[in-house]
């Protein structure tokens, strides 16, 4: 299941260039939690990942 949780201690920077409707519906599930936008994304692509056919760690 997809939970907004877990932290870091180490981040590297990355520039990533989204779609305008992504960001928007990124940044609504951030508000909704009082969460960063940087925290969902780090959790979406955790998710991803974790749910990918590839399994990819």
């Known amino acids: 299941m997809f939970s907004l949780k877990r932290e870091y201690t180490e ?3 990355k520039s990533l260039r989204l779609p305008s ?3 928007e519906r990124v940044q609504a599930l951030a508000n909704e939690n009082e969460m960063s936008f940087n925290k969902v994304v ?3 692509i955790e998710y ?3 749910n990918s056919e590839n399994n990819v760690r």
């Open 11 to 13: 981040y590297e920077n």
């Open 21 to 23: 409707v992504l960001i």
């Open 42 to 44: 780090i959790r979406c």
């Open 48 to 50: 991803a990942l974790e």
